[in-house]
């Protein structure tokens, strides 16, 4: 294990990694959150979010390397590390046997937060996810969208140095998305107030992170803003369609390569093509599909998003859940859990 800097970010760890067993779900990896910094963890189902979430949360212990929160190391200090940070799970862990409000009163006991100021802050959180007409009916009879809002308020109330939102949007209404990504961007004007977010959705990382790291396999396969990511795998992406020869036409295509940066096939019908110059390279992709007698049904040329960057470097794409639909995901975690029965 190495030594830390003495530079003081709010989160710094070095080799950070965490094994269940024979499965590395974090696998040594070094970074560092400035103060002030939305920082993003993207990536697909197992990356390792949540596991690396937990470890600066202090919430599970890392196999191996450094990590420290506000210049408190995780094993060594976790009280400290408990003190500065907010955290918003993955899970539903609100208590349903309690109305909205009488949870926010108990987080604010926990924390020691009292009189008036606990009655701003819990007005103020409601307001926010906008369930302050419903603050106080019981939870249980709350829909899943509304208790994931108070799930958000009630690791708000703390107002932290460092808040942790584990997938902060699964389950909403793109309505209620946005209201949500409208506080995170008012959080971030707070002073010295960090927030690291995961979540798989590619717009919500592009929209509101400073930096991003792409996570798959418990590993950093990229780390930079979004404006830099996109960036960094070129210019143009061009998508074409096709009925049939698709191996094919990618073969050639391969063979035939000093105008593209990279090839991948995103469906049974479609390859993507990542190029400096579409100009040039477009009529280049006619004349092999044309000499190989292969018929180009469509063609789409568009600038490269976060998806493109997560394809480039891994192959796969993140589209395994359908992103217009805010409940996809719940459904699929549902359908993984009743397969593990
Ligand atoms: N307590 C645990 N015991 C054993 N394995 C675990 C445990 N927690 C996580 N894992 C494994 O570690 C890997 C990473 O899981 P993690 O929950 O960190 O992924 P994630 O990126 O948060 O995924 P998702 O997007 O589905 O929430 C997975 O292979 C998972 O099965
Ligand atoms: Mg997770």
């Not at 599970?60 to 450094?66: R, T």
Request: proline share 3%.
């Amino acid at each position: 294990m190495s030594e830390l800097s003495e530079v003081r970010d709010i989160v710094e760890t070095v080799e950070i990694t965490k094994a269940f067993d024979e499965n590395v779900a974090v696998d040594h990896v070094s970074f560092n959150i400035k103060e002030g910094e939305i920082f993003g963890l993207l990536g697909p189902n197992g990356a390792g979010k949540t596991t690396m979430i937990k470890m600066l949360c202090t919430l599970l212990v890392p196999s191996d390397g450094i990590a420290k929160v506000g210049g408190h190391d995780v094993i060594k200090e976790p009280l400290k590390v408990k003190e500065i940070i907010g955290y918003v799970p993955q899970d539903i862990t609100v208590d349903g046997f309690l109305t909205g409000r009488e949870n926010l009163e108990l987080q604010a006991a926990l924390y020691n937060i009292k009189g008036e100021e606990r009655e701003r802050r819990i007005d103020e959180v409601l307001k926010l996810v906008q369930l302050r007409e419903r603050a106080d009916g019981l939870v249980n009879y709350f829909s899943g969208g509304m208790r994931r809002r108070l799930e958000i308020a009630r690791g708000l109330m703390v107002e932290p140095q460092l808040l942790f939102l584990d997938e902060p949007t699964l389950g909403l209404d793109p309505a209620s998305r946005k209201a949500v990504w409208n506080h995170v961007q008012k959080l971030r004007k707070k002073q010295k107030l960090a927030i690291l977010m995961s979540t798989h959705y590619m717009e919500e990382a592009d929209k509101l992170c400073d930096r991003i790291a792409i996570i798959d396999r418990g590993r950093f396969i990229a780390l930079d803003t979004p404006t830099n990511l996109k960036k960094q795998i070129g210019g143009t992406i061009i998508e074409i369609e096709l009925s049939k020869s698709i191996n094919r036409m990618k073969k050639l295509l391969t063979q035939n390569n000093d105008y593209i940066d990279n090839i991948n096939q995103i469906n049974e019908t479609t390859l993507q093509i990542e190029v400096q110059d579409s100009d040039t390279a477009l009529p280049k992709i006619f004349k092999v599909a044309s000499g190989a007698d292969i018929d180009i049904n469509q063609v789409r040329i568009r600038q490269p998003t976060l998806e493109d960057v997560f394809l480039h470097y891994t192959g796969k794409t993140l589209r395994d859940e359908d992103l217009n639909d805010p409940f996809s995901f719940v459904r699929s975690q549902i359908s993984k859990r009743m397969r593990s029965f």
